[in-house]
């Protein structure tokens, strides 16, 4: 599919037809999409080099949504409405304008909106990897023909709601109370209701200590307060008579 999204301010179609080159709104994005496939693609963010603006079919990617009038995507067969425009959050950058296109046929990141607004994209392997300074944003891995990345990856966390009572401590991988915190902190959530390390099964059985221990690495100037374990599974008693957690720890 070939397509752009242009604005008619007076409602009446273009005078150069439905390819309107010269407008300022012009989205083009080049994709071998069969509608059958819609919904599979609305799983995904797709990046494409050929894209001038961004355009989206799942609305609540977006925040600071505005609705629109005579705004439309053409492709060869018929032109199809952006209703709304908004703001896309892709780690710490806000991508915008971005327009909701519901009867478009995937989310359609633009490479060259996304490098106007401080992001730079660079290709290895196969995949396209979105660095914002030195942090890995988001990866764009080859799938097929397109390189898409999964929205749960990167979805807009303000829309999100989430409940008071969530243990933000079983959620992080039985993370450190002083992690837990400083994480709670910087994205306005709330840790009242989660577990503490003192009275967790988990961390008793599966940590050597029950708060991060004071020990150093060679190469480590600080504790490990931001230790991450995920508990895999407590093997059956030995034959020596002992049971040992299986587990998996990373400092992030």
Same mark, same amino acid.
Request: net charge neutral.
């Given at each position: ?115 106007? +607004?401080?992001? /730079?994209?660079?290709?290895? $392997?196969?995949? @396209?990897?979105?660095?914002?300074? *030195?942090?890995?944003?988001? &990866? ?72 991060? +221990?004071?020990? /150093?690495?060679?190469?480590? $100037?600080?504790? @490990?307060?931001?230790?991450?374990? *995920?508990?895999?599974?407590? &093997? ?17």
């Amino acid at each position: 599919m070939v397509g752009m999204v242009h604005g008619q301010e007076s409602g009446s179609q273009s005078t150069s037809g439905p390819f309107d080159v010269e407008s300022d709104r012009s989205n083009f994005f080049v994709g071998t999409v069969q509608h059958s496939s819609r919904e599979y693609y609305s799983r995904f963010l797709v990046f494409d080099t050929g894209a001038t603006q961004s355009c989206v079919i799942n609305l609540e990617l977006l925040t600071d949504v505005q609705p629109l009038t005579n705004h439309f995507m053409n492709t060869f067969s018929s032109p199809i409405e952006a209703t709304h425009v908004g703001t896309l959050k892709i780690g710490d950058y806000f991508i915008n304008p971005v327009y909701h296109v519901p009867n478009g046929c995937a989310n359609i990141l633009s490479a060259s909106q996304l490098i106007d +607004h401080g992001l /730079k994209p660079h290709f290895k $392997t196969d995949q @396209f990897l979105l660095k914002g300074g *030195d942090k890995i944003v988001a &990866t764009f891995p080859r799938i097929g023909r397109l390189f898409l990345a999964p929205i749960s990856d990167y979805i807009c966390v303000v829309n999100m709601k989430i409940p008071e009572n969530f243990d933000w401590h079983y959620a992080l991988g039985h993370a450190s109370d002083k992690y837990v915190d400083i994480f709670c902190r910087h994205n306005n959530a709330s840790s009242a209701m989660s577990t503490k390390s003192a009275n967790c099964e988990i961390c008793t059985k599966a940590k050597i200590h029950r708060t991060p +221990h004071s020990r /150093k690495l060679p190469s480590s $100037t600080t504790p @490990f307060h931001r230790l991450h374990t *995920d508990v895999l599974q407590i &093997t059956p008693i030995s034959k020596f008579g002992y049971r040992y957690v299986l587990d998996l720890s990373i400092e992030v």
